[in-house]
């Protein structure tokens, strides 16, 4: 079964860490770009960071620069977001893509709830 699932998000205070976790299945990572999105209540899904192929080339949106860092494991088939200095803001569920220009593939989300 071809799938990406997120996992490691959660419940964490203002300036905690979290590392969110994108598990590929059924299909190789190795040759898709990744890409983590979130979605916050009443909000449009926005684009948060992006990861080359090679994994040399990594992007994020203004509001996160600095505070998170993409990653892949090719051996391992996966792709991370580290989260660090957490805010309020960054409560979202996050989604992992991989895409390619044959297709992408969505994961189903990870609730990351920032509060005190």
Known sequence: QVQLVESGGGLVQPGGSLRLSCAASGFTLNSYSGHWYRQAPGKEREWV???????????????????????RDTAKNMVYLQ?????????AVYFCNAYRISGQYWGQGTQVTVSS
């Open 49 to 71: 960071a992006s990861i080359g192929v090679t994994g040399s080339d990594m992007y994020y949106t203004d509001s996160v620069e600095g505070r998170f860092t993409i990653s």
């Open 83 to 91: 989260m660090n200095n957490l805010k309020p803001e960054d409560t």
